[in-house]
């Protein structure tokens, strides 16, 4: 069965240092990998994929991911972190079908701290 | 930029009453979801429907949910008789097809 793991419920970073995320993941075959970000009341906003290709995707904000086949991981980065990224953090994934849903993790909470 | 658009935003209701919550999908997606997150909690995936038809639904879409997509753009979800628990906010996706999907803003329903 498709499954997402994200095993901290929060993260504590201080602005101006790096952060990271961490998901792993557990689907057979090729999945499609993304990270969405949730802000305060607000819908959830799609900021990278993973389909093929480069291990080392960027999204939207400074945001990158980088894919490993080998550890089943799609963990979230950003060299310098900003207040303003405080958030939740959603990793996902989905099969590489036409109408697969996309299953989420159970989301991680960014605390940056100024 | 097209969006996903949802409304209303916030909706309150009685317990036992009906509610629909209202999507207006990207015009050119062909698939559309409903998922649900529980507050600050988990997003699960309630039910896919593609070509006038669900496609896959998940063990909370029991018989008091239904979907519908009225008129070629509107993709509507049915809750026949609220309960406490259906207190959540639903959010409405759609995608092409895949890869990514794309998530309206959410209807933040209250059951009272």
């Known amino acids: 069965a498709q499954s997402v793991a994200q095993p901290e419920d929060q993260v504590n970073v201080a602005e101006g240092n790096p952060l990271t995320v961490k998901c792993t993941y557990s689907v057979s075959g090729n999945p499609y990998l993304f990270w969405y970000v949730q802000y305060p009341n607000r819908g959830l906003q799609f900021l990278l994929k993973y389909i093929t290709g480069d291990n080392l995707v960027k999204g939207s904000y400074g945001f990158e991911a980088e894919f490993n086949k080998s550890q089943t991981s799609f963990h979230l980065k950003k060299p310098s972190a900003l207040v303003s990224d405080s958030a939740l953090y959603f990793c996902?994934?989905?099969?590489?079908?036409?109408?697969?849903?996309?299953?989420f993790g159970k989301g991680t909470r960014l605390h940056i701290l100024p | 930029e097209p969006e996903v658009t949802q409304t209303p935003s916030h909706q309150v209701t009685q317990m036992g009453q009906e509610v629909i919550l209202r999507c207006v999908p990207i015009s050119n997606h062909l698939y559309f979801y409903w998922y649900r997150q529980i507050l600050g909690q988990k997003v699960e995936f309630l039910v896919s429907?593609?070509?006038?038809?669900?496609?896959?639904k998940s063990e909370i879409f029991d018989d008091q949910f239904s979907v519908e997509r009225p008129d070629g753009s509107n993709f509507t979800l049915k809750i026949r008789s609220t309960k406490l628990e259906d207190s959540a906010m639903y959010f409405c996706a759609s995608d092409r097809p895949p890869p990514e999907a794309f998530f309206g803003q959410g209807t933040r329903l209250t059951v009272v």
């Open positions: 429907f593609y070509n006038n038809e669900i496609s896959e």
């Open positions: 996902a994934v989905r099969y590489m079908n036409r109408d697969d849903k996309i299953i």
